[in-house]
């Protein structure tokens, strides 16, 4: 008797999936950023602040225009 195949929620594994992308995304982004800032000897974190928030704008772009695209092409919510 063959086994049912499972098929994962894919909503579930592909936000999960984003998640851990926007996770990595900022780790590298201020391990980043503080090398830069130590290398041109900045007093202030310029860019250990600016690059988390240039990976946040860019991420939560990145996911309005997957939701808004799911939604046009009239599939489930």
Sequence with gaps: MPLKSTKPDNDLMRF???GTQLFVMLAIAVFGGTRMDKWMNMSFPLFTLL??????????????????KRKSNGEKE
């Design 16 to 18: 999960a999936g984003w």
């Design 51 to 68: 690059f988390p928030f240039i990976i946040l704008i860019v991420m939560i772009y990145q996911l309005i225009k997957d939701t808004s």
